[in-house]
């Protein structure tokens, strides 16, 4: 392991983001915060200029560090594909000329025989085109994160909460293995300039593999409500994402990219992470009664 590093973080105000930028000043890390806007930024950390869709302004966000985080997507527009090949190409030519060592990604799990979504296949295509350029990256593949303000668990909140019984189609069968959003930083902090973990894939999740209905099940006891689900064949993925945009406040297109992954299994083949980051990872009841912790303390 090498010492303290100035590093990059971009997507540092999003979900995991704000989450690592402390946890990597805690870990005594130079940390500059990548952010269109950085007058308006109020975390810790140091705020630089940087737009992953203006390459120009890559080259001056980066230089001088020797690590950079990349978690950056584009789910939110029904193009996220092009877009996000567009901009890790950006980035990673940049990372490069910047003399960066790392980059961190975290990326989503899935087998690659496996008829992936568009969703997971951008990811992949991600995971590539950030080192094409030379240099090394790390990559942490997960399934569902779980964690207050993050689109996958608050699909499953408010699902929960918003109606007295679910008509589900045939993917809440499919099965996953869902990571409490802290279990996540504390992988992205653990890999950071280490040697054992350059240039490798790893796949990251909790303890627990569940199907999708038996999350649901899982927060609805938690929270003591009912939660009885009735699987339909005919609902598709596209009626799923209308009828979700009808029953959830999360944004419709993101959804709809989400929901058309969750026919694919997402669950950890290879554990190599636990020897090179070592630590339990909480359960998902843990994650769960964590998340609801968090939205009540902040509301």
Do not use: C
């Not at 940390?31 to 705020?47: C, F, N, S």
């Not at 877009?83 to 799990?109: C, K, M, N, P, W």
């Not at 653990?190 to 927060?219: C, H, I, Q, W």
């Amino acid at each position: 392991m090498t010492g303290p590093r100035e590093v990059l973080v971009a997507g540092g105000t999003g979900f995991v983001g704000r989450r690592l930028v402390p946890a990597l000043v805690e870990a005594g890390h130079e940390v500059r915060v990548m952010t269109r806007r950085p007058d308006r930024y109020e975390g810790l950390g140091r705020a630089v200029r940087g737009d992953v869709g203006d390459p120009g302004s890559l080259r001056s966000a980066l230089e001088g560090t020797s690590a950079a985080y990349y978690l950056v997507h584009s789910l939110e527009n029904a193009d996220f594909e092009s877009r996000d090949a567009e901009a890790a190409t950006a980035f990673g030519s940049a990372a490069a000329a910047a003399g960066v060592e790392q980059i961190v990604y975290l990326g989503g799990l899935g087998d690659d025989g496996d008829d992936l979504s568009p969703h997971l296949r951008s990811r992949r295509e991600v995971e590539e085109l950030l080192g094409a350029a030379g240099v090394p990256v790390t990559v942490l593949r997960a399934g569902i994160v779980v964690g207050h303000g993050g689109i996958s668990w608050e699909i499953t909140r408010q699902l929960v909460e918003h109606l007295p019984a679910m008509i589900t189609p045939r993917w809440v069968k499919t099965r996953t293995q869902p990571i409490s959003v802290d279990d996540v930083v504390r992988y992205l902090v653990g890999v950071l300039g280490n040697p054992d973990a350059t240039s490798r894939t790893f796949e990251v999740g909790g303890s627990d593999v569940l199907a999708y209905s038996d999350m649901l099940k899982r927060v609805a006891a938690i929270e003591g409500r009912p939660m009885p689900i009735f699987p339909v064949p005919l609902l598709t993925p596209r009626l799923s994402s209308l009828w979700l945009a009808l029953v959830t406040d999360v944004d419709p297109q993101a959804g709809r990219n989400l929901i058309d992954s969750m026919v694919n299994e997402v669950i950890v083949r290879d554990d190599a992470i636990r020897r090179v980051v070592p630590f339990e990872p909480m359960t998902y009841d843990e994650a769960v009664r964590a998340a609801l912790a968090e939205r009540a303390e902040s509301a």
